[in-house]
Structure formats: structure tokens, C-alpha cells
T-cell receptor
Framework: DTEVTQTPKHLVMGMTNKKSLKCEQH?????MYWYKQKAKKPPELMFV???????INESVPSRFSPECPNSSLLNLHLHALQPEDSALYLC????????????FGQGTRLTVV | AQKITQTQPGMFVQEKEAVTLDCTYD???????LFWYKQPSSGEMIFLIY??????QNATEGRYSLNFQKARKSANLVISASQLGDSAMYFC?????????????????FGKGTLLTVNP
């Protein structure tokens, strides 16, 4: 069982909808990540939070808005998405310096219609 | 900039045989970390094994071992006694550090992956 929990597992949304992806970890990690993964491609980093502060934004469009309410929770707010944003969204957590890598959730499969 | 190269888009292996998945990397850092992840069709990224750049011994975790050749900048994953459940995508990744005036940031950079199919 994964110790990083993502909800929902599947999401279908229209281009005018607003939705949120949620991620929770209870491993005491102080770094959390959002990755986007298209089919048959490697994960691409979107955002990194370190000690609840945004430390890396990989030039992600503003229709994706991350939020880290506390050290255990990470949200990704979605608004006015495009069909090309359909992908698997993976959340991960780690020690601050990725000393032993990152632990991933099961992902949210997002379809934008 | 760092780079991870996996040159095998797909690999096939017979059940119970060993298989090696290739990974080469490029970095100018002295301190770095290398990781292998397994991604079944369900989507979850499962951590398999880690090798630090200063580790003198090759890492092993059960049926997984990492053949680390620092001078060649390679970190190949060896799976012994393959099982049907090993069929999945395998990603090699490297920890990347970027230093700024207030501290440093860390992230994982992934290779393109190798799709392993285990045949009965």
C-alpha cells in the first residue's frame, strides 16, 4: 500500500470546470511534488514545495494552481483546462534533499473534454 | 544540466531468467543519487533501488541489483529470476540539485523508460 494517497483516482472535467486534485502523506516528509505524465512518456515535474513553500515552478500555465495547506497536504487546483492537459497527475513526497528518492501516490487520471 | 539516457524502449525476457535494463547519466556534480522506479499499468511509481555516488558497493534489494560503474556513468538495473508481475515500465532517475543564494532545491529527473515484458 502506498503511503502517499491521491484523490480522486479518475476525473473527467469540462474545459470550463474548476476541480481540485488532492494528495496526502503521513511520512513526515517536508518536500512534496506534482508531476504530469502523458502516455508512454516519463513524468515531468510541475511544482515542488519545500516546508510548505513553493520552491520550484517549472513554467507551468496558470490554469494549474498548487496549494500546500500544511506539511501533509498538497492540492492542485484546475481551471479552464485544455484537452491536451489530459494526463496522469502524480503526487510525490520526500525528505528535503531527496536523500532516498521520492515516494509516489497512485496518481489521478485526468480527462479534459 | 543533467541527463538520463535509457536506450532500450522495450525488452523481453523469459520467466525465471535475469534481465539487465540500461541507464547512463551525465552530470558534473560530485555528489548525486541514482534511482530506479517501476510503473505498472495501474500508474503508480514504485521505488525499487537507490545508489549514491559515493557508495562503494553496488546496491541490492531482493531480486533487484544496481550495476554501478561510475567511470562509465552507468547505473544498470539487474532483475534476477524474472516474474510475470515484473512486466511494467522501468524508469531510471537522478537527483538534481540547483543552488541559489538562499539555499538549494532538489528534484528528480527521469529517463524515457524501458517497457519490460516477461513471457511465460
Amino acid at each position: 500500500d502506498t503511503e502517499v494517497t491521491q484523490t480522486p483516482k479518475h476525473l473527467v472535467m469540462g474545459m470550463t470546470n474548476k476541480k481540485s486534485l488532492k494528495c496526502e502523506q503521513h511520512m513526515g516528509h517536508r518536500a512534496m511534488y506534482w508531476y504530469k505524465q502523458k502516455a508512454k512518456k516519463p513524468p515531468e515535474l510541475m511544482f515542488v514545495y519545500s516546508y510548505e513553500k513553493l520552491s520550484i515552478n517549472e513554467s507551468v500555465p496558470s490554469r494549474f494552481s498548487p496549494e500546500c495547506p500544511n506539511s501533509s497536504l498538497l492540492n492542485l487546483h484546475l481551471h479552464a483546462l485544455q484537452p491536451e492537459d489530459s494526463a496522469l497527475y502524480l503526487c510525490a513526497s520526500s525528505l528535503r534533499n531527496l536523500a532516498i528518492g521520492a515516494f509516489f501516490g497512485q496518481g489521478t487520471r485526468l480527462t479534459v473534454v | 544540466a543533467q541527463k538520463i539516457t535509457q536506450t532500450q524502449p522495450g525488452m523481453f525476457v523469459q520467466e525465471k531468467e535475469a534481465v539487465t535494463l540500461d541507464c547512463t547519466y551525465d552530470t558534473s556534480d560530485q555528489s548525486y543519487g541514482l534511482f530506479w522506479y517501476k510503473q505498472p499499468s495501474s500508474g503508480e511509481m514504485i521505488f525499487l533501488i537507490y545508489q549514491g555516488s559515493y557508495d562503494e558497493q553496488n546496491a541490492t534489494e531482493g531480486r533487484y541489483s544496481l550495476n554501478f560503474q561510475k567511470a562509465r556513468k552507468s547505473a544498470n538495473l539487474v532483475i534476477s529470476a524474472s516474474q510475470l508481475g515484473d512486466s511494467a515500465m522501468y524508469f531510471c532517475a537522478m537527483r538534481e540539485q540547483s543552488v541559489y543564494w538562499g539555499g538549494s532545491n532538489y528534484k528528480l529527473t527521469f529517463g524515457k523508460g524501458t517497457l519490460l515484458t516477461v513471457n511465460p
